[in-house]
């Protein structure tokens, strides 16, 4: 099976800190994805990788950055957090040329 | 990508057979059918997915009309943990995952 592991499930921040989501996936897929989910506006993307070291500007990736220095491994970065950043996060990854995306559990994060 | 439209919610018995429908009269012809569904607190679980053939797997079964305009996924016999919220997507077949587009999907309640 697939398996796409989200670091952390629930994490409370301070406005202003630097935050790291760690996503790993163990399926050798080039293709890796964060999203965020909040209720009432769906899953937006923010941040998607297609290879090592390659990253591309998903719907809203103001205030976010990522790091893909490795295949399995594809990090979120928010460098200073704010209050509304407080979302569901989801990592995904997919293979290249599949349509069949798999996601993580999600990491709840708060920020005061 | 097609949109589509499915039922708010539906109610199923526990041990008896879910059918949850799906119109995406819009589909196009290389656009696949993708079901996904999130249970409370979890990032999306993939189902299956299909493009003009009924499809079957461990999980569910897809049937797709011949005008390919609506599906139907049915849960054979389903639990409750198969209460969840159940999306209906339609996709083209491209590698980046900024099309994955999740409408409000149908809140299935298996209940004893």
């Known amino acids: 099976d697939v398996k796409v592991t989200q670091s952390s499930r629930y994490l409370v921040k301070r406005t202003g800190e630097k935050v790291f989501l760690e996503c790993v996936q163990d399926m050798d897929h080039e293709n890796m994805f964060w999203y965020r989910q909040d209720p009432g506006l769906g899953l937006r993307l923010i941040y998607f990788?297609?290879?090592?070291?390659?990253?591309e500007k998903g719907d809203i990736p103001e205030g976010y950055s990522v790091s893909r220095e490795k295949k399995e491994r594809f990090s979120l970065i928010l460098e200073s957090a704010s209050t509304n950043q407080t979302s569901m996060y989801l990592c995904?990854?997919?293979?290249?040329?599949?349509?069949?995306?798999?996601f993580g559990e999600g990491s709840w994060l708060t920020v005061v | 990508d097609a949109k589509t439209t499915q039922p708010p919610s539906m109610d199923c018995a526990e041990g008896r057979a879910a059918n949850l429908p799906c119109n995406h009269s819009t589909i196009s012809g290389n656009e696949y059918v993708y079901w996904y569904r999130q249970i409370h607190s979890q990032g999306p679980q993939y189902i299956i997915h299909g493009l003009k053939n009924n499809e079957t797997n461990e999980m569910a079964s897809l049937i797709i009309t011949e005008d390919r305009k609506s599906s139907t996924l049915i849960l054979p016999h389903a639990t409750l943990r198969d209460t969840a919220v159940y999306y209906c997507?339609?996709?083209?077949?491209?590698?980046?995952?900024?099309?994955?587009?999740f409408g409000g999907g149908t809140r299935l309640m298996v209940k004893p």
């Open positions: 995904a990854s997919s293979l290249s040329g599949s349509n069949t995306i798999y």
């Open positions: 990788s297609y290879d090592v070291k390659m990253k």
């Open positions: 997507i339609v996709r083209t077949p491209n590698n980046a995952g900024n099309m994955l587009t």
